[in-house]
Every structure is written in structure tokens, then in C-alpha cells.
């Protein structure tokens, strides 16, 4: 978390590989990323990185199953026919509840079923990190809560998550919450897995607290 | 031979015709391209009061300026080349004036009017659009696409190939533009080939009132008024005839005869050339385009272009004067000619002329009775070569070919021009065209960036798009070919006489070479412009909009 032009996208970016970096090392999967040539990089974001962005980035000539089974088919993690690529796509599109949208266009959907979509996206070829980046900043609040309900599901599976929010109520959500200033980590806030909702009403507001003592 | 000039000329303004085509329709690809990046300004400006007038006006200024600025740089160039153009065409056509000026200057700013107009008809998209909207999506009303009719979960396409040609089939206006200029392109590469072809083939002497043959012996005949006129042009063919029986060839050897003798009918007439062929030869062996060939002495056929000026058809009878005496004629067949622009009556061998008014002949033809390859037909024009040392020994399309003035050797520049033009242009378009897709495309390279796809797969997915539009319009241009070349080159055929031509095709040429040729130099300048993709980081995709 952090105020606008902190940084928190930028460090997103670097941990990701997308960005380069001016200093210090990014160690990912056993590998130092600042010793990844371009192509190893995109080999590694395709197969071990899934991606959710603020705005719902698809390619708008492409429907929403067959955007979703793109990066499946351009990688070879998983030696599949694309039937069987199309299959998962579908599966986990049924799993987030957006199987009715599988043969739409992009324009024909809302933002909140777009997002899970990008998810279903970011997880096709089963990734060990999950970045988001503000994947809840463009939704409504409904779709919101629908969108990181999702996520937390993810992460409970296994899948590690990193993701830059502005609400504190996604941020209640996650196990680990760092604060960012101007590029440096100002605070670091653990807060472990909730296990009720009434757990998560409190963890917001001791959240709301401790950002407010850092100047929030 | 200025016939020939004719055509160089007419060519030359089928192409500029067709340049002007290309550069309209790269005009308006460019407006649209600009309009639809300056969508979210248009919408501001539209939202506080500016009238669509002026707004349009805004481009009309720009497209004003570059116009006059392309107007005079025309003019200033057309000085120095009209005038060697000119230098060179009015050797054989005479020129009404050689005050060519006004005339440029009049081409060149009415070009500038054109374009000027044309850029007001492209800008009339700024009336539909709605300001709000534009401003809320900052984009150009093609944002969304149509539906897909191929999916990539259910193709078996490689992920790139079907990237590419999932765009070209959703985006098909936009690609539009591109295979417009590049069949343009193919067409004009291919149509100068296929004529150059044409009038170097042999097969072009029969459109010169001539029967098809194997060798032609150029022949230096000092004409007399007497009838021995005849006697030594059949003395020679014999001669010719048993050299070769002595060394084993056995052929049919003949000459082509031309008078100049008045024809009329009723009371329309006209002066033309007249042909007989003397030697084996009869008139039956001829090309005609419509009714059969003269076998009475009282019989003619006349070219189509002595038919439509005495207005006769066949089965008429028409009057021709042969030396002092009259005679009449039953026209039994129409053919054509190129010679003086159509001009053309054939008689039956049958018929006895006045032969001291013979205008002269064509050389000595010799078709051979077997059916030998081109290797023993090139050892036996060696052997005539070496037979008659002071004459010149031509294939049939040479003869022609010389005889016209080296007419395949201009059009054989004209043609490296033209694909040098063409080759300009499609590199042109292709770098304008992925410049803008790569701009438009920014956001979708950075998604596809950060989804892991490497910098060449995308390099290769932007090259396959370009080349999958040019393939189509190779295609679509050789599909075109045999009737736009009817439509373009006919025309000119036609005014010197030929009303049915049928072009020499050269398949390795036309559907191998040149097509390679093209494909290799716009894909290659695909290729180049696409690295700009390398320049785009995947980080970018949070800074688009």
C-alpha cells in the first residue's frame, strides 16, 4: 500500500521482471532476475508469473475463453492439445462463474466478470506468483468483494499472491502488508489468515489504525 | 516506330494513374490513422464550442500545405524531366507545341485541388462524432471489433499465424487500405511484364499481317518497276529452300509482299498497305478474327480497322485499285494488324497483282516441317548465320522486336522502374502502416508482453499480419491480371490496330519471381519496422489508458 507515485507499482514491475532494476537483486523461483536475459524473463513471466492489472487488459479481437487460453497455448509448461488447453480455460472460468461469457466479446461484458476473466487468465498456466496490480481499483464495490473473494480462494490453494491496493479492505484480506513512501518501505504490517468475517471487521479497522499512524 | 512510343507513353499514364491511386488512398489511410489519435482532442474540442467546419478546417490547413509544398516540388521537377521525356518522344510523334509550362503548372496545382478535396471528404467522419464518447474512451469508433468468425480454442493454427490472421479477418477495413495498394502494386509490376512479354514473344509477328514461322532471314530488296520484281523474290526463297534441303532440314520458306493501294466502298475510302504471301505459303495460314481466309482471286481479307473506316463486314464487296486497273472484291474475312495503325487487306495467293507496284517485303520466313526443339533450332540459326553472313538471321519475336525499334528493350526498362516505384511504395506503406499499428497496439504489445510472449514471437506475429495481406493481395492482383490488363492495355492495342490479343505469360516471371521479389522487400521492411516492438516494455501497460 501507499499513496499515489510511491512506488508500489514500480515495485511490482521490478519483483516481476517487467521493469529492470537500478539496484539490489530480485531473487525468484532460485533465480536472480537481474541475470535473466529478455528471453528467459518472458519465459519465466509465461510460465511462472500470472498478471492482473487495475484495468481489464485483453485483446479486444479475441473472446473472453480464447484470451484466457492465449498464454496456454504460447507456452509449453503444459504439453496439451488445444482442446484440452480450451478445457482447463473453461474449467476455471466455471470455477470463477463466468463460464456463460467463454464465447463473448470483450466488449460484451461487465468490468467485475472482465477481472475474473483476467484472473482465470493469470492462472491458466498454473503459476507458483500471482501479481495484481490495483485488480480492484476499476470495479464497483460489489465486483469488487466478488474479485478478491477469488483471490483469497487462490491464495488459499497455494498460489502466492502480490498485489498493490488503495482499499484497506483488500488489504485486510492479504497476510502481509507493506507500506510504501516515496520508493522505501516506511511500515510492515503481518497479520497472519483470518478465518471469520468477524475477524476480517477487525482486522480493517487495527489496519485503519496502524496506516493512519503512518501517515495515511 | 512512334506507334511504339505510343505505347511506352500510354503505359506510362496507366502507371501514373495508378500512383495517383496509391498516394489517395495512403491520403486517406493517413487522415483516418490521425483522426482517430487525436480522437479524445477532436471530442474536447467539439465539447467547447468549435464548429465541425472548423475543426475540419484544422486538417484542411495541414493537407493544404503539404499539398502546395508536393505541388511545387512537382512543377520544379517536371521542367528538366518533361523535357527529355519530350526530347525523346517527339523524335517519332510531332508535337502540336513543344510549350509544355502552363500545362505542368495547371497538372500540378490541380493535383494540390485534389488532394485538398480529397482531405475534406475523408475528414467528414469529425461530423459523427460524439464528444462525450470520445472524450470517456479516447479512442477511434474501431475500439471494438466485429465478431470473430475463428477462435483460437478451436483452430489448429500456430498461436502467431492465428493472432495475425484473426486481426486481418476482425480489422479487415483497416487492412483494406493495405491490400488496395499492394494489388495496385502487383498489378502494376505485372502488366508491363506480361506486355513486355507479349511484344517480345514470337508469337507477335502474326499481329504484323505475318504467318508464324521459325527463322526470318532479313532481306535488302532493290525495288524495280518491272514484273521481275517477283521472279527474284522467288529465286532467293528457292535458293534458301535448297541450301537447306542440302544439309537435311526440310522447311517451308515464304515471304510477306506489301503494296499501297486504295479501297473503297460505296463512297467511303481509304489508302492501305496490302500484303500477299509468296512462296509455301498460302493465306489460309494466316490469323484472321472473324470468317475465312481469301481462296478466290476475287477474294480479300481486310483488317478491322479498314473495316470500320469503309464501313464494310464481311460478305461486301469492296473496290481496290491495283496499279492503273480497278478491281472488285468479296470480303471473306476480317483480321488484324498492327502495322500502320491497323492498316491492312490480304489477298489470295491465287490473285496475280500488279507486281512493279510493290512497296516492298519483309524477310525471308522459314518454318521448319519437323517438330525440333529450341536446341536444334538454335544449331540450325547458327548454320543460316553462318550461311548468309550478310544478312541477319532473327527468331520470329527478334524480328519483330527489331523491326519496332527495340520496343521490349524501352519497355524492359520501363518495367525495372515500375518494380523499383512499386518496390518504394510497398516498403513505404508497409513501415507508415506498422508504425501506426505498433502506436495504436501499445497497449495489447505491453499485455502480451507482461503475459510472457518474447520480443521476436511479437516481431514475427506483426511480419505474418503483413504478409498474410500481401499474399492475399498477390493473390487478388493475379486473379485481377488478365482482365485489368484487358481493360488497360487492349485499349491501346486496339488504336494501333490489334483488337484481340492475348498476352505472353512467363510463369516463373509472373508467379514466381516478382512475386518473391515483392515479398522478400516488404516483409523485410515489415520486419525492420516491427523492432520498434523491442522499445516497448511490459511495464508500460499501467500508463496506458
Avoid at chain 1, 536475459?37 to 484495468?55: D, H, S, T, V
Avoid at chain 1, 473453461?90 to 466488449?107: F, V
Avoid at chain 1, 466478488?146 to 485486510?172: F, P, Y
Avoid at chain 2, 485489368?484 to 519471381?513: C, N, R, T, W
Amino acid at each position: 500500500m501507499g499513496p499515489s507515485g510511491s512506488g508500489k507499482s514500480t515495485l511490482l514491475y521490478t519483483v516481476s521482471g517487467m521493469n529492470g532494476m537500478t539496484a539490489g537483486e530480485v531473487i525468484f523461483c532460485g533465480r536472480n532476475l537481474g541475470n535473466l536475459k529478455e528471453k528467459e524473463l518472458a519465459r519465466l513471466r509465461l510460465n511462472e508469473m500470472g498478471f492482473i492489472f487495475q484495468q481489464m487488459y485483453m485483446l479486444k479481437n479475441l473472446t473472453v475463453l480464447d484470451n484466457i487460453i492465449l498464454p496456454a497455448c504460447q507456452s509449453d509448461k503444459i504439453r496439451e492439445s488445444r482442446k484440452e488447453t480450451a478445457r482447463r480455460g473453461c474449467d476455471l472460468m466455471h470455477k470463477l462463474g463466468i463460464i456463460e461469457i467463454a464465447d463473448n466479446e470483450i466488449s460484451e461484458v461487465s468490468g467485475g466478470q472482465l477481472q475474473r476473466a483476467c484472473i482465470c487468465r493469470s492462472m491458466i498456466n498454473q503459476p507458483g506468483m500471482i501479481f495484481a496490480d490495483e485488480p480492484t481499483g476499476a470495479l464497483n464495490r460489489a465486483a469488487s468483494k466478488e474479485v478478491m473473494e477469488e483471490l483469497t480462494k487462490i491464495n488459499g490453494e497455494g498460489t502466492t499472491i502480490m498485489l498493490v491496493t488503495h482499499d484497506v479492505r483488500v488489504a485486510a484480506k492479504c497476510g502481509r502488508v507493506l507500506y510504501i513512501v516515496d520508493g522505501n518501505i516506511k511500515g510492515e504490517y503481518n497479520l497472519g489468515q483470518y478465518k471469520s468475517r468477524e475477524e476480517l471487521r477487525d482486522r480493517e479497522k487495527t489496519l485503519n489504525n496502524w496506516l493512519l499512524e503512518l501517515g495515511w | 516506330m512512334y506507334i511504339m512510343d505510343m505505347i511506352t507513353a500510354a503505359l506510362l499514364l496507366i502507371v501514373s494513374i495508378c500512383l495517383i491511386l496509391i498516394s489517395l488512398v495512403i491520403l486517406r489511410f493517413t487522415i483516418h490513422f490521425t483522426m482517430s489519435e487525436e480522437y479524445r482532442e477532436i471530442g474536447v474540442m467539439k465539447a467547447v464550442g468549435i464548429s465541425n467546419r472548423k475543426i475540419r478546417g484544422l486538417y484542411i490547413v495541414k493537407y493544404f500545405g503539404i499539398s502546395v509544398t508536393g505541388a511545387v516540388a512537382g512543377f520544379v521537377c517536371s521542367v528538366p524531366f518533361g523535357n527529355v521525356m519530350l526530347e525523346k518522344i517527339s523524335k517519332n510523334i510531332i508535337m502540336v507545341s513543344d510549350k509544355t509550362g502552363w500545362l505542368n503548372l495547371i497538372c500540378a496545382f490541380g493535383t494540390a485541388a485534389v488532394v485538398v478535396a480529397f482531405s475534406y471528404f475523408c475528414t467528414r467522419s469529425i461530423k459523427r462524432i460524439s464528444p462525450i464518447e470520445a472524450i470517456r474512451n479516447g479512442e477511434g469508433d474501431e475500439s471494438y471489433a466485429k465478431k470473430g468468425l475463428i477462435h483460437l480454442n478451436r483452430s489448429r493454427l500456430p498461436v502467431l499465424c492465428f493472432l495475425a490472421l484473426n486481426d486481418i479477418v476482425r480489422g479487415f477495413r483497416t487492412f483494406f487500405t493495405m491490400i488496395l495498394i499492394f494489388t495496385l502494386g502487383t498489378l502494376l509490376i505485372l502488366i508491363p511484364v506480361n506486355t513486355a512479354n507479349t511484344l517480345e514473344s514470337d508469337k507477335l509477328i502474326v499481329w504484323f499481317s505475318m504467318a508464324e514461322c521459325d527463322h526470318v532471314i532479313s532481306e535488302e530488296l532493290f525495288l524495280s518497276s518491272s514484273e521481275d520484281n517477283l521472279r527474284s523474290l522467288k529465286d532467293k526463297e528457292d535458293s534458301v529452300k535448297s541450301v537447306l534441303r542440302d544439309r537435311g532440314i526440310e522447311a517451308k520458306v515464304f515471304q510477306e509482299i506489301m503494296f499501297r493501294m486504295n479501297i473503297s466502298k460505296n463512297n467511303r475510302k481509304m489508302s492501305s498497305l496490302a500484303f500477299q504471301g509468296i512462296g509455301d505459303i498460302t493465306a489460309e495460314e494466316y490469323v484472321y478474327l472473324e470468317g475465312s481466309a481469301p481462296q478466290r482471286k476475287s477474294e480479300v481479307a481486310i483488317s478491322h480497322t479498314v473495316a470500320e473506316n469503309i464501313d464494310a463486314a464481311i460478305g461486301d464487296d469492296v473496290e481496290i485499285k491495283d496499279g492503273e486497273t480497278v478491281k472488285t472484291y468479296t470480303v471473306t474475312a476480317i483480321f488484324q494488324t498492327m502495322n500502320n495503325m491497323g492498316e491492312g487487306i490480304r489477298f489470295s495467293e491465287k490473285e496475280e497483282l500488279d507486281y512493279r507496284y510493290m512497296a516492298g517485303c519483309f524477310g525471308i520466313q522459314i518454318r521448319y516441317q519437323d517438330d525440333c526443339g529450341k536446341e536444334e533450332k538454335d544449331r540450325r540459326k547458327a548454320i543460316l548465320k553462318e550461311l548468309y553472313a550478310e544478312n541477319k538471321v532473327y527468331d520470329a519475336g527478334e524480328y519483330i522486336n527489331d523491326m519496332i525499334g527495340d520496343m521490349a528493350g524501352t519497355l524492359g526498362g520501363i518495367k525495372r522502374l515500375i518494380l523499383l516505384v512499386v518496390l518504394c511504395i510497398n516498403m513505404l506503406v508497409t513501415v507508415l502502416m506498422v508504425k501506426s499499428f505498433l502506436a495504436r497496439e501499445k497497449g495489447e504489445i505491453a499485455l502480451l508482453k507482461a503475459a510472457g510472449f518474447q520480443n521476436i514471437s511479437l516481431i514475427i506475429w506483426q511480419t505474418l499480419r503483413i504478409g498474410i495481406v500481401l499474399l492475399m493481395s498477390v493473390i487478388l492482383g493475379l486473379l485481377l491480371l488478365a482482365p485489368v490488363s484487358k481493360l488497360a492495355v487492349e485499349p491501346i492495342f486496339q488504336m494501333m490496330g490489334a483488337y484481340s490479343i492475348e498476352f505472353d505469360v512467363e510463369p516463373f516471371e509472373v508467379y514466381v519471381a516478382y512475386p518473391l521479389l515483392v515479398f522478400l522487400a516488404t516483409l523485410l521492411s515489415a520486419f525492420a519496422s516491427a523492432w520498434g516492438i523491442k522499445r516497448i516494455s511490459a511495464s508500460e501497460i499501467s500508463s496506458i489508458e
